[in-house]
């Protein structure tokens, strides 16, 4: 159902791609000379603000990677042939808060494209079929071991090329966004799909519309799933349960209104009079840290050790702090290039008349992600909770983060990516994963039964 529900919305969304729809944009043709300028300009951008760009190849391979870039721009490309050229400098960051806004599409383009109706998700090294909107009879749970003729692991690394973030991750998010990957970014078959699944014959799948998909994928999920609300809090038998989808300070609940969130709710808790409080953040991608900080002082009475990190100083990130106001002296007083330490910090607990003193658990998930991530990081590694759940599928607690984003001159592309690195307070340890204390298979449960596993 969970999985219905996010192809569903991502084809509900105002456009599939990050960009859109650009009419103009799509068949105008660029000069190498300009070509030229952004690819110089992507470069830039990357060796004077990003936190560390060498992670995954040295710096002599990314300036080798560009200069092949550079010789291969020619007169009359269109920002679609720019765009496959530029993205791997992108791509190798190793970053996996980057990103780079997709190629414009005319609305013809648009209008007509097919992709494949199927939905698959990786596990153990394995390509399953999840989800099937076509009119071919297939199984769900089967192995797919090739695509029209091609062995599936090399279909998969080719579509990994393109996918920004961490190295790891890539090829499980090609699996994952498989049904548009296949026709946009990888091979652009857009006609017939030969697949072979493990000890069954070919089947063949057709392409569909963009509306048909969207069509047959609303047939198969009846009843829609209420949006996730940012938070909510129920009693369940002796149980406060407490659910924090998101941790965002911007389009949900400014800092101010969230700890008036917070301070309602921690007073119903204390009048409910309940023994246990679960944390769910398993369905949180992040936002704002500083809300993960505060919910800490509503259940925890302990001093903990904060992240700790770096921040690359640069004119571009400077300029970007004035431009919204901003300005943190410390930061300024550091050369550009060089590196502002974050250290870690105590944070003391401090008076909370409706803190919780019973004990807690934190819930983590596949989805939870981000400063959602950080807030179980600290949790953990301080002890102040017990802290259960699903190891997270993307990201990890020592990441880059603090976004910037610019957009190329002339093509239009616009790329982001991450000026500080965070490191958990437990340190660099192995693996670079959040791994709860005791781990609960979280599909498909509700909150009772959850409560009942605890």
Request: with cysteine.
């Amino acid at each position: 159902m969970k999985l219905k529900l996010a192809l569903l919305l991502a084809l509900s969304a105002s456009s599939i791609f990050a960009q859109k729809t650009c009419n103009e944009l799509y068949n105008q043709k660029f000069t190498k000379q300009q070509l030229e300028q952004d690819v110089d300009f992507i470069r830039e951008k990357i060796v004077n603000v990003h936190i560390n760009p060498f992670t995954e190849i040295s710096k002599s391979e990314f300036e080798k990677k560009y200069s092949e870039i550079r010789k291969s721009l020619q007169d009359g490309m269109t920002q679609k042939d720019f765009y496959y050229l530029a993205k791997p400098l992108i791509v190798t960051l190793n970053d996996e808060h980057s990103g780079m806004s997709d190629y414009c599409v005319t609305d013809s383009i648009r209008n007509s494209m097919k992709v494949l109706p199927l939905k698959f998700r990786y596990e153990e090294g394995k390509m399953i079929l999840t989800e099937n909107f076509s009119d071919t009879s297939l199984n769900i749970g089967d192995e797919l071991i090739s695509l029209n003729g091609m062995p599936v692991n090399e279909v998969l690394e080719t579509c990994a090329r393109v996918i920004p973030g961490a190295k790891e991750e890539r090829i499980p998010i090609a699996v994952d966004k498989f049904w548009i990957m296949i026709n946009k970014y990888c091979y652009f078959i857009t006609d017939d799909y030969k697949l072979k699944f493990k000890g069954r014959q070919e089947a063949l799948v057709k392409s569909i519309s963009l509306e048909q998909l969207k069509a047959n994928a609303s047939k198969s999920q009846p009843q829609r799933k209420e949006e996730l609300k940012p938070v909510d809090y129920k009693k369940i038998k002796n149980v406060a349960y407490l659910t924090v989808n998101t941790f965002d300070d911007k389009r949900t609940f400014s800092v101010e209104e969230w700890k008036l969130k917070f301070d309602s709710i921690f007073t119903r808790i204390k009048k409910d009079q309940v023994q246990t409080l679960v944390i769910d953040v398993h369905n949180n991608s992040g936002g704002n840290s500083a809300i993960g900080n505060l919910l800490i002082s509503y259940f925890s009475d302990k001093n903990y050790n904060s992240y700790q990190g770096k921040w690359k100083k640069s004119k571009e990130y400077s300029d970007f702090l004035k431009s919204n106001n901003k300005t943190v002296p410390e930061y300024e007083s550091v050369k550009d290039g060089d590196f502002y330490p974050i250290r870690s910090r105590v944070v003391k607990a401090g008076e909370n008349p409706v803190r919780f003193n019973g004990k807690t658990y934190v819930v983590i998930g596949k989805n939870t992600f981000s400063s959602a991530m950080m807030f179980g990081a600290m949790v953990l590694d301080n002890k102040l909770a017990e802290v259960v759940g699903e190891i997270p599928e993307k990201g990890h607690p020592n990441h880059f983060g603090e976004l910037i984003s610019f957009r190329t001159p002339n093509t239009k592309l616009d790329f982001l990516f991450g000026v500080k690195e965070w490191i958990r307070p437990a340190g660099n340890i192995l693996p670079n994963k959040l791994i709860p204390v005791k781990k609960i298979d979280l599909k498909n449960k509700s909150e009772e039964q959850i409560v009942e596993e605890l």
